[in-house]
């Protein structure tokens, strides 16, 4: 243990705020008539960033004439607006949908149907910890992960029930039904944001909402108030940059307690193992609309872990369409499955491109939703796409360790080394028991889930050692 203080004595608190908190399913060639009487719900108003959600109630598709219930529901709509994101949600989110979710679209481009694609059904992993007021909201749904389908005007879902007869002569499990009140969220991200890397000019921050404004404020010690991305630094900067950060804030610098005066001194004196400041796009470069998300910010106390993700939405795209991606999961997460915000804290395209995730400030302790029991003192860094078969890109990877590397140092920790969680509940850990874990994690490591996938919870034994180096260890 005190190797592990040892690692937290150049730790500083980002806030004083604390907590606030394929189917054997047989294709009808026509859907029920009620399936073309569904229309769309916008979620775009005079003064939001455009862009929209569509929610279509599944409807029983086939029935099983001995058990006299639906085997499956879905929906085929050709007069669809446009959308570009794809998910399945449901009422309870303590329901598991046991059983398969695949799905089509029309491309808007060519006019031809894509291939069937699986969903992942298995994404309650993801989101705010039990008895958090996240969490405990009302608002919260059962939901697939999300599926990047690039702009569509058209879609087809089947949602098949597993009834555990697979081999074709076992009995279904009469219990195993679907959960209720299933819809398909069709999300359209809209337009592009202002191009990355220019800067808002300071003399008009009218423009920006109330909420745009308190977002970038939140890192105003890193950028000018509306910009659109947070310069690298290197490392000198860097760390004169974590000097400074811990001098404003007197009473959260997170030192060592018990330290009498000298030794104080003697510590910030030494030299801070911190890796040179990434170059970061913030929500504004990527277009978040701020008018979505939940009032406020809500910190934990500092960052001890990084657990990384997939987003497990796909890798066809491309690295220009990543914001529309961010956008577009930003809004799934808010708008369709209840979240106060996106659950990431960070993000990163396959051309290792940094993005800002949930707001409230990129070097604060930023309280995520993003792996269920562990979200308290962690930080959750997905990387866009799937990486179960496909392996990330190397660009991807460096950005995860030139991310942790500096993220890390500023609360003090070694990204090669262990560290200690208490579990707020999940399938791996029960609520309250302190767990080891390495100080850069997969999602996997705190609950029991694919994420980040094969491919890539491989690749984070190179992060480690990497992020280490750039710290200067």
Request: proline letters at 6%; one cysteine or more; a positive charge.
């Amino acid at each position: 243990m005190s190797k592990i203080r040892g690692m937290r004595r150049y730790g500083f608190l980002a806030s004083s705020i604390g907590f606030t908190c394929t189917a054997a399913l047989v294709l009808a060639p026509g859907l029920p008539a009620a399936a073309a009487t569904a229309g769309p719900t916008s979620a775009t108003g005079p003064s939001a960033v455009p862009g929209s959600t569509q929610s279509l109630p599944l409807l029983p598709l086939t029935r099983d004439r001995a058990r006299g219930a639906a085997l499956g529901q879905g929906l085929r709509r050709t007069d669809v607006h446009h959308f570009s994101l794809v998910g399945v949600i449901w009422d309870d989110p303590d329901t598991e949908l046991h059983g398969s979710v695949r799905i089509r679209t029309r491309s808007t481009a060519t006019g031809t149907w894509s291939d069937w694609q699986d969903v992942d059904t298995h994404n309650a992993d993801h989101g705010a910890d039990p008895g958090t007021t996240e969490r405990a909201s009302g608002l919260v749904h059962g939901a697939t992960a999300p599926l990047w389908v690039g702009e569509s005007d058209g879609v087809d879902v089947r949602v098949r029930v597993d009834t555990g007869d697979r081999d074709g002569g076992a009995a279904a499990d009469p219990s195993v039904t679907l959960p209720s009140g299933l819809r398909v969220e069709l999300v359209d991200p809209g337009d592009e944001p202002p191009p990355q890397g220019s800067q808002a000019d300071a003399s008009h921050t009218g423009e920006l909402s109330a909420e745009a404004t308190a977002a970038s404020a939140a890192n105003a010690r890193l950028a000018p108030l509306g910009a659109t991305e947070i310069p690298a630094l290197d490392r000198v900067d860097t760390e004169r940059e974590l000097l400074g950060l811990r001098g404003d804030e007197p009473g959260l610098r997170g030192d060592e307690p018990g330290l009498h005066d000298g030794e104080l001194a003697e510590q910030r004196r030494a030299e801070p193992y911190i890796g040179p400041r990434p170059r970061i796009v913030t929500r504004r470069g990527w277009g978040a609309d701020e008018s979505l998300r939940g009032r406020g910010f809500v910190y934990s106390k500092k960052v001890e872990a990084a657990f990384v993700h997939h987003t497990s939405s796909g890798n066809n795209y491309t690295c220009a369409q990543a914001p529309s991606v961010i956008r577009s999961i930003y809004r799934y997460h808010v708008k369709s499955m209840g979240w106060r915000d996106i659950g990431y804290n960070f993000l990163i395209d396959k051309c290792g491109t940094l993005y800002e995730g949930r707001a409230g400030g990129v070097a604060k302790a930023v309280l995520g939703a993003h792996t269920l029991g562990f979200n308290t003192d962690s930080v959750g860094i997905a990387v866009i796409g799937s990486y179960g078969t496909s392996k990330p890109s190397s660009a991807a990877v460096t950005a995860v360790a030139r991310l942790t590397a500096w993220k890390l140092g500023l609360y003090g920790m070694n990204p090669s080394g262990k560290t200690y969680l208490t579990s707020g509940g999940g399938n791996l850990y029960q609520k309250g028991k302190r767990v080891r874990l390495n100080v850069i994690s997969g999602h996997r490591d705190g609950f029991s889930t694919d994420c980040p996938g094969r491919q890539l919870y491989g690749k984070l034994g190179t992060a480690r050692s990497s992020a280490a180096r750039y710290q200067g260890r």
